[in-house]
């Protein structure tokens, strides 16, 4: 089971810049000048102590503000002791890599699609750890301090503020570089559109997450149902291990033939309850677009945080809400870009002289 603990990794770190794109993007506009020369300060959380504060290390590498976040090769946002900023740019890279656009060798559908799932993410950051402050070789012990940072709350509130805006601006700069193969051969670069779809898909998808891994996390009947399907999960498994303990021992045929019947009786029971867990969450989130298989991933991660320990839930659900906001701040870049592409002169002319009135 240890396959299941490396997923949450991608999700939680996705989720947790979430709430700052918003924040930015409410503020008052800055005047139209030069960006200042500012030093922000940036913050060392520390994972391996359990600090429960974070503890702040003047950084002078950074010029100008927080705010201009198009500056993302000019200017970086602080940075966490244990999530660097290479975490944030090779997930924006992977993630851009699972778009495929519409009318392509590999997408000969008039839509694009976005092939991202929980499990392949896991896969790569659960195993090499790109980008992540801990030593890969142990990998247990790389998780575990991964998992007792992140879901803190000094953490999670750190991370939607700093690194929302860097993640979107690296989104769009791998969009930028990234080519496909149309279904007449010819390479190309992604459109404009395709830009736009692209951050529209991956907002359905993280809030698509966002809602089921909250059900989880906050829904107690769900979590009951859950509980049960782990139990059911493990009768399955034992009632295997029966069997063939009777066949290496040299049991009675009469004992094989009553370990086989458990055998079959347990994955009934399991097959019901992973029914009524899918039930449960389609009622409580509606998941459109994730499988029954990413589902249950997500549902036996949190079960195992939960049982780690149960205030991890609360933290899981704060990240799970974060994810939505993400989904929303990449829909409103995907509307700012398409209101650019629109009238790309817009904010030139209302500067030009000729256009200003007395």
Request: proline residues 6%; glycine residues 4%.
């Amino acid at each position: 089971m240890t396959n299941i603990k490396r997923f949450a990794l991608p999700l939680l770190l996705l989720a947790a810049v979430g709430g700052y794109w918003l924040w930015t993007h409410f503020q008052t506009p800055p005047e139209p000048e030069e960006a200042k020369q500012v030093a922000p300060q940036r913050w060392q959380v520390a994972g391996a102590e359990n600090t429960s504060e974070p503890v702040f290390v003047e950084d002078n590498a950074a010029n100008a503000s927080l705010e201009d976040s198009n500056a993302t090769n000019a200017t970086l946002p602080p940075s966490d002791s244990i999530i660097g900023h290479d975490f944030v740019r090779d997930i924006a890279q992977v993630v851009a890599s699972r778009y495929i656009p519409g009318q392509t060798e590999r997408n000969p559908a008039p839509a694009g699609r976005l092939d991202l799932h929980l499990k392949s993410l896991n896969i790569r950051y659960g195993v090499d750890f790109p980008g992540l402050n801990v030593d890969p070789a142990d990998t247990l012990g790389a998780r575990k301090i991964i998992f007792e940072h992140v879901l803190t709350p000094p953490v999670l509130e750190f991370l939607h503020t700093a690194y929302l805006p860097f993640f979107v601006d690296n989104l769009e700069n791998a969009l930028s570089e990234q080519t496909v193969r149309l279904a007449s051969g010819q390479q190309t670069s992604l459109t404009t559109e395709q830009h736009q779809e692209m951050m529209r898909l991956l907002a359905a998808k993280l809030r698509t997450v966002g809602h089921a891994a909250s059900a989880l996390a906050s829904s107690q009947s769900v979590r009951e149902l859950v509980t049960t399907y782990i139990e059911d999960i493990e009768k399955v498994n034992q009632a295997h291990l029966d069997f063939w303990s009777i066949q290496e021992e040299g049991g009675s045929p009469a004992a094989a033939n009553q370990a086989s019947a458990r055998i079959k009786a347990s994955i009934q029971g399991r097959e019901l309850s992973r029914q009524r867990v899918l039930q449960a969450i389609m009622t409580t989130a509606n998941p459109q677009g994730m499988d029954a298989s990413e589902l249950l991933y997500l549902a036996q991660w949190i079960y195992r945080r939960g049982n780690e320990n149960p205030a991890r839930l609360e933290q899981v659900n704060t990240a799970a809400m974060l994810l939505i906001k993400t989904a929303s701040a990449l829909e409103e870049r995907a509307a700012q870009n398409a209101t650019q592409t629109a009238d790309p002169d817009q904010e030139t002319n209302s500067q030009e002289p000729g256009n200003q009135t007395e």
